[in-house]
């Protein structure tokens, strides 16, 4: 079964508030493991008592207070606390002897073991089966070293069913003694738990539901991601990030569990994961403020990692120069007095300097900075730079200011415009989508950021912060398999703008259309199924989307990447009026009519339209006409008539025998058709004709009519001369009555249909670029006049 580790630092235990809501979160996990730190400043407190211990007036006065404290949160929190008090009477009882024996680590293990109590006995007095563990109990150390075989051995006979509240930060020696974790000791005691349980994710509570791009009290415009690559989480930690430390992080390097940091004050929120998995791509600019640069001699094989792991300091080494550390200024001495312990002697800069690091973005391992960050760095003049393909740090004399900050990460992340696209169906037209889109993002740098952040097929979904497009296929199968209500809730929680992308063939998934635009989604359909639903639901869907304000665009869905609709609607908004539209619509049936001379058995050129994606996932709808029939119904609703499909007149040209079954059988009986087509085209050659299968509408006195069939035409008719593949529209109007406007070229295919979904993708693009700027342009003017 999976389980779970839930970490919740002191500010999400506070006061009885807070432990309510952390109850409340794990009524739904009634069988998660739990590791708590000690309440709110606890754990100061407790320090400041040890401090004095030489002034017996003020430590007794501060030692009631702290008893007081205890007993009004366990009095608030409980409604039988009397357990709890006696146990904290017993523990302030002992404090005097800890610190006589100097044994602080005892006395600071008060803290998370009163949390891990109250905790414990509230889950208790709700009903959820709970106990209280002291991680002194089983987790071992050696030298500062887990040792795992012990501590698991340990632990065994400790695990009670439901739910099991450990206390953080505390731990013992091989000895015995009781020794602390360290700085955020309570999230490296969580990942440890994480691994010796093998949990399959460790959830980090605390007051924030995301990681940021940067310090969000240095840089306001920070990005919130959801979720970071393992990599740079590591590079991360590695530069002495705040939310995630590298001790945090080193239990799980060879273990499979994502890390989830969560706010308990918004339990609701997914938080952001940090995760093996991801292929996301995210950036990060950080920095330390008084850094030195210490070089080692060239024939020193120390490495940073694990000298920072030892010193637990940020230890780094310089981009690009591995005998160039560099390390904040508190960490200079234990750093050189355990180099020289290696009789490794180390030279330092004279000077301390304000070190700006940018982690690069995963996928792309940019080498080069923007020309707007270029300028500025020419502008600040670091004293010195390295760089490789994943990070960049840059020395200043000068600490730089939050502005300047600021101006650097907008440098670095422009606050372009993120358009998020999810793409639903990645067969022929959805792969040939994501080959083209890269050139697309380049092309709109700078304009909107075109971010992939979903992707699924029938049957696997692919949700992160951004997706990368060169190994998309493999991270696809390696997704999760999804059910309805799971891709809703993940269609839901992305960010706005966003548009869902469907490149199916599927109608299931066009009738949740509501659904999509309900959840903020544009939308954009290659597939036929939406705009050919009966009337009265593709009216309510056309109609919620004019309601929320979304677009629905549809242009492949006739003429693959011809822009018929477009046409039509140009020809109406210009005040014209179309009285018919005719012509060839289906690119397979141009292809094979127009090859089709008898050399060549039909069946064995079907198969060939389909291999080269011109054909529908079942060919059958094809060769029916009633891909046809779809067709001209989107155009006719294109020009507001109310037709239904039945009302289109259709003349299939696949044999009945054919209709049923499944496109395996149909497949295995393909021949049928050279029976069925070899006298037809006798026929035709025998008048001099060639065959074409066409559609037809027509209107007449506010009446439509139309129908699809095949005909045989002779070689001079406008519709004979076609190259193989070929879509023809023609349209008359008011103003192309006698000499109707044609459109022709290739009305299938994968490259051609993708890049029609493109075009539709554009055209969206560009109205969102321009509600930005119309917002931004508000927004000034709204300033202006409150100055
Ligand atoms: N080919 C062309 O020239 C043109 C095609 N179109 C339309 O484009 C669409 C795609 O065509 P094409 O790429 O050739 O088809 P493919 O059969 O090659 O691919 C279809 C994709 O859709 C996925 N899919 C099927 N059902 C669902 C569902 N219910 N939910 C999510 N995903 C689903 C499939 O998943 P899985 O991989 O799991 O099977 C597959 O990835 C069709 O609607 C077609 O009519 C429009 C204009 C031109
Ligand atoms: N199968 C269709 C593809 C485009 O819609 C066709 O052949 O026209």
Redesign the pocket.
């Known amino acids: 079964m999976s389980l779970v580790v839930h970490k919740f630092g002191g500010s999400s235990l506070a006061s009885a508030e807070r432990f309510a809501a952390v109850a409340d979160i794990l009524q739904k996990e009634p069988t998660a493991w739990v590791v708590v730190s000690a309440p709110g400043d606890t754990t100061d407190e407790l320090l400041a008592l040890a401090e004095l211990r030489e002034q017996p007036e003020c430590f007794r006065t501060q030692l009631s207070e702290l008893q007081q404290k205890l007993h009004l949160l366990a009095r608030r929190t409980l409604k039988q606390p009397e357990a709890l008090l006696q146990l904290v009477d017993s523990w302030i009882a002992e404090i005097a002897g800890f610190l006589a024996a100097q044994q602080l680590n005892d006395v600071l293990a008060i803290g998370e073991r009163f949390s891990s109590q109250l905790l414990a006995a509230l889950l208790n007095e709700r009903g959820l089966r709970s106990q209280a563990l002291d991680a002194r109990d089983f987790l071992r150390l050696d030298a500062a070293v887990v040792d795992w075989h012990l501590s698991a051995q340990l632990l065994e006979p400790l695990k009670q069913p439901g739910l099991n509240v450990v206390t953080g930060y505390i731990a013992r020696t091989i000895q015995g003694q009781s020794i602390t974790l360290g700085r955020n000791g309570s999230d490296y005691s969580a990942t440890i738990l994480g691994r010796l349980l093998n949990a399959e994710a460790i959830h980090i509570w605390t007051d924030v539901d995301a990681i940021y791009s940067a310090d969000p009290r240095k840089v306001p415009s920070a990005r919130a991601y959801k979720q970071v690559p393992w990599q740079q989480a590591l590079t991360l930690a590695a530069l002495g990030n705040p939310v995630l430390h590298a001790k945090t992080l080193s239990p799980l390097l060879d273990a499979p569990a994502d890390l989830v940091v969560r706010s308990s004050f918004n339990p609701e929120h997914p938080g952001c994961k940090v995760s093996q998995q991801s292929a996301i791509e995210v950036q990060f600019l950080t920095d330390i403020q008084q850094a030195a640069l210490v070089s080692l001699p060239a024939n020193c094989l120390l490495n940073a990692h694990e000298v920072a792991a030892q010193l637990q300091q940020p230890v780094i080494a310089a981009p690009g120069q591995a005998q160039q550390w560099l390390v904040p200024a508190a960490a200079v001495d234990p750093l050189l007095s355990l180099l020289a312990s290696q009789q490794v002697y180390a030279r330092v800069s004279p000077q301390l300097y304000h070190l700006v690091a940018w982690v690069k973005p995963a996928a792309r391992r940019q080498k080069q900075v923007s020309t707007q960050a270029q300028h500025w760095l020419q502008r600040q003049a670091p004293a010195a730079v390295f760089n490789d393909e994943q990070l960049a740090v840059w020395l200043f004399e000068q600490p730089l200011s939050s502005l300047e900050l600021t101006e650097l990460h907008q440098a670095l992340l422009p606050s372009v415009v993120q358009l998020n696209l999810v793409v639903?169906?990645?067969?022929?037209?959805?792969s040939e989508f994501l080959q083209l889109l890269e050139r697309q993002q380049q092309a709109l740098a700078g304009q909107i950021e075109l971010n992939l952040a979903g992707l699924?097929?029938?049957?696997q979904a692919l949700f992160a912060e951004s997706l990368s497009l060169d190994n998309w296929a493999e991270q696809l199968q390696r997704a999760p398999l999804y059910t309805e209500q799971s891709l809703q809730l993940a269609l839901q929680e992305l960010a706005e703008p966003k548009v869902l992308i469907d490149?199916?063939?599927?109608r299931?998934?066009a009738e949740r259309y509501p659904q999509f635009i309900q959840a903020g989604f544009d939308l954009i359909s290659?597939?036929?199924q939406g705009v050919t639903l009966p009337l009265a639901q593709f009216q309510q869907i056309k109609q919620l989307a004019a309601q929320q304000q979304v677009q629905w665009l549809s242009n492949?869905?006739v003429g693959?990447g011809l822009p018929v609709q477009r046409l039509l609607q140009e020809l109406r908004s210009s005040g014209d009026t179309v009285h018919a539209v005719s012509g060839i619509f289906s690119?397979t049936l141009s292809w094979l009519l127009a090859k089709f001379d008898g050399s060549v058995p039909f069946s064995a050129l079907l198969k060939q339209a389909q291999q080269l994606?011109?054909t529908?996932?079942d060919p059958r709808d094809d060769l029916s006409g009633k891909d046809v029939q779809r067709k001209l119904l989107v155009l006719a609703r294109e020009l507001d008539l109310p037709l239904e499909l039945e009302q289109i007149a259709l003349e299939p040209l696949l044999p009945a025998a054919l209709a049923e079954g499944s496109v395996e059988a149909f497949w295995q009986q393909a021949e049928l058709l050279d029976l069925a087509f070899a006298p037809v085209l006798a026929d035709a050659q025998q008048q001099g004709k060639v065959l074409r299968y066409v559609a037809e509408l027509r209107i007449e006195q506010g009446q439509a009519k139309a129908q699809v069939r095949l005909v045989s035409v002779a070689p001079e008719h406008p519709l004979a001369a076609i190259i193989p593949c070929d879509n023809v529209f023609v349209i008359e109007s008011d103003w192309y009555q006698q000499n109707p406007l044609v459109l022709k070229g290739p009305g299938?295919?994968?490259q051609v249909?993708a890049g029609g979904v493109h075009a539709d993708l554009a055209l969206l693009a560009k109205q969102k670029i321009a509600a930005a700027k119309a917002a931004q342009h508000s927004q000034a003017q709204a300033a202006a006049w409150v100055k």
């Open positions: 639903a169906g990645t067969g022929n037209v959805g699924l097929n029938s049957r490149l199916t063939p599927s299931a998934f290659a597939n036929k492949t869905t693959a690119g994606g011109f529908e996932p299938a295919g994968r249909t």
